[in-house]
């Protein structure tokens, strides 16, 4: 192997010498001087250290002065911007010194290089280079020939056909003016075209801005829409539901539901509470006193609707403890409650019982006014406490407790809830219905 290589310019691998090599002094019989060079070399110029074992001399501090070193391929690439830059991968021989040599290489390099090639060159791009020239000069040769004929055809014109072509060839010009001018509105028209062509991109950008924005208001009011018509269907829905209600309600007898009235055996109930007791069938006074208070409540709806106002006393329903209060003496009030076995009470109650008589006699008498006046089957003698029963030969019934049976006072209250039954019919058809 040579103790000197170089690297190709082109693809920057090692290249192989020839014996020719050997004129510029180089041996290449011995091992590499890369080996016996330290690891570290320092820039151009700077002095090297010699180790014990070291047996670089003087010609190896000149390759250090003149000649710069490189990494072997594979670790870097050789830079191409100058051709006399090379690699030394031998050691010098002991003939001529490192100095002489790459003077003689860099004339060489200098001669073979030009503008365009870098010396030196590896076989595989000598041949390419060689082949591009080939086709450049094959080329060049084509460009000659053509030359050659064009000078051949115009010496071989005629006078005539030389003007007449003169001519043509004012007339080309004159065309090619014309194109150029044309072209250079053409290319106005084109500039022109390309600023209205952005300014057209630029709106259509804002269309696509306004309609995304138009879309998103458009989704928007879609939902508010669907959600109307879920309210809308939602109200109809309710409404239907009222209607139906209404209609229901408007076949509805309120008093009827309000106020049942019927019996239990011989006893008369309003709502399920009985009025009266007999020995037979005892009532706690809890109850009776209940049952009073229904039938207080249903002579005060009685005469609201009407439009009755009693004269003597007014009545306050209140449950098991519903009373009469005097209209003429605001200290009177008359219990419609009672507890057996207190005198005194009992007598308040009769007196109590016997004012309710006068207020629902008053309620008959504003009822049978008109053509189609009440009608109670029994007659009331409010000023007395009796009621009358027509159909047992004029019998009368107290509705005191003094100085009365159970059976008797039981009785006349049984009466009584029978006209208070007529009189809700009578109410219920003439003005609850439409």
């Given at each position: 192997m040579s103790s000197v290589r170089f690297l190709c310019q082109c693809c920057s691998q090692p290249l192989k010498l020839t014996?020719?090599?050997e004129t510029l002094g180089l041996d290449t019989s011995q091992p590499p001087v890369a080996s016996q060079l330290p690891l570290t070399l320092g820039e151009?110029?700077?002095?090297?250290?010699?180790?014990?074992?070291?047996?670089?001399?003087?010609?190896?501090?000149?390759?250090?002065?003149?000649?710069?070193?490189?990494?072997?391929?594979?670790?870097?690439?050789?830079s191409r911007s100058s051709p006399n830059i090379f690699t030394l991968l031998g050691k010098l021989s002991s003939g001529r010194t490192l100095n002489s040599i790459q003077k003689t290489t860099r004339g060489i390099f200098d001669i073979l290089s030009g503008e365009d090639l870098l010396h030196p060159l590896c076989q595989d791009c000598t041949d390419s280079l060689l082949e591009q020239l080939d086709t450049q000069l094959t080329i060049s040769e084509s460009d000659?020939?053509?030359?050659?004929?064009?000078?051949?055809?115009?010496?071989?014109?005629?006078?005539?056909?030389?003007?007449?072509?003169?001519?043509?060839?004012?007339?080309?010009?004159?065309?090619?003016?014309?194109?150029?001018q044309e072209l250079e509105e053409m290319e106005k028209s084109r500039e022109r075209a390309a600023v209205a062509l952005e300014a057209a991109q630029a709106e259509t950008e804002m269309l696509d801005l306004q309609e995304r924005q138009y879309q998103r208001e458009y989704g928007k009011l879609l939902w508010q829409q669907l959600e109307l018509q879920d309210e809308l269907r939602s109200v109809d829905n309710r409404l239907w539901y009222a209607e139906t209600q209404l209609a229901r309600l408007e076949k509805t007898n309120t008093f009827r539901l309000t106020f049942v009235i019927h019996h239990?055996?011989?006893?008369?109930?309003i709502n399920n509470f009985r009025l009266g007791c007999l020995p037979t069938v005892p009532v706690c006074w809890n109850e009776i006193n209940a049952a009073w208070g229904q039938t207080a409540l249903l002579l005060r709806a009685l005469s609201s609707t009407i439009g009755l106002e009693f004269q003597r006393f007014q009545l306050i329903p209140c449950g098991n403890h519903s009373y009469l209060k005097s209209l003429t003496d605001d200290t009177v009030e008359l219990p419609l409650f009672?507890?057996?076995?207190?005198?005194?009470?009992?007598?308040?109650f009769d007196q109590a019982?016997?004012?309710?008589?006068?207020?629902?006699?008053?309620?008959?008498?504003?009822?049978?006014r008109g053509a189609s006046g009440v009608y109670?089957?029994?007659?009331?003698?409010?000023e007395k406490g009796l009621m009358e029963d027509p159909g047992a030969s004029g019998k009368f019934c107290s509705i005191r407790t003094h100085l009365n049976s159970e059976e008797q006072w039981t009785?006349?209250?049984?009466l009584m809830l029978i006209n208070f039954k007529w009189s809700l019919a009578w109410v219920s058809l003439r003005y609850c219905q439409k």
């Open positions: 014996q020719s090599a151009p110029g700077e002095i090297l250290e010699e180790g014990p074992t070291s047996r670089v001399e003087r010609g190896t501090e000149k390759l250090q002065d003149g000649a710069s070193c490189r990494t072997p391929p594979g670790h870097a690439r050789m000659s020939q053509h030359y050659k004929r064009c000078l051949e055809t115009r010496e071989s014109i005629s006078e005539d056909e030389r003007e007449m072509l003169q001519e043509e060839l004012k007339d080309m010009e004159l065309e090619e003016a014309r194109l150029v239990d055996g011989p006893l008369a109930t009672c507890n057996r076995g207190q005198s005194a009470s009992l007598y308040k019982m016997v004012a309710f008589l006068d207020c629902m006699q008053q309620f008959k008498e504003e009822a049978e109670m089957p029994y007659k009331i003698h409010a009785q006349a209250l049984r």
